[in-house]
């Protein structure tokens, strides 16, 4: 089975946008720059990619709380492929990375984490199981193990 999954560390070429599905669910999109320089016959040469990035749910609504314009950020995810016809009829094809992980660099900056709370509702358990106990069970989301 062939895996898909991409690392990239550029800096922000706009905030993250963040809209909301009919069902609630958030989604960020935001642009990086990914700068590299290399020497051709000893003469420094750059050449910057640019990569449209879409993250779901939680964290694209912490991208969005986070990031801004020029923040340096570490983004792993996948790459995919998707078809739409622009306003002149045309059938274009786009490609971007679909945020699975993201982080800002630390390599020239410092950064302070704040955890957010789970809310429990929708991805896997949480809250009391409704018995008599004192001690709340655990929340996991998913096959996710807490730190």
Do not use: C, H
């Not at 449209?52 to 792993?76: D, H, M, Q």
């Amino acid at each position: 089975m062939a895996d898909n999954t991409i690392t990239v560390v550029g800096n922000l070429t706009r905030d993250p946008e963040l809209r909301f599905t009919t069902g609630g669910r958030g989604v960020a999109s935001f642009g990086i720059a990914v700068g590299r320089r290399y020497q051709v016959n000893g003469e420094w040469q750059e050449q910057t990619s640019y990569f449209n990035i879409t993250a779901w749910g939680t964290l694209g609504e912490n991208a969005a709380a986070t990031l801004t314009k020029g923040s340096r950020v570490i983004v792993t995810g996948r790459l995919e492929q998707r078809e739409y016809t622009n306003r002149d009829g045309d059938k274009r094809t786009a490609i971007e990375i679909v945020a699975d992980e993201l982080g800002p660099s630390l390599r020239w900056a410092t950064a302070q984490v704040e955890r957010t709370p789970r809310d429990g509702g929708g991805s896997g358990g949480g809250g009391r199981s409704g018995g008599g106990g004192s001690q709340p069970e655990p929340f996991y989301a998913g096959d996710e193990e807490p730190f």
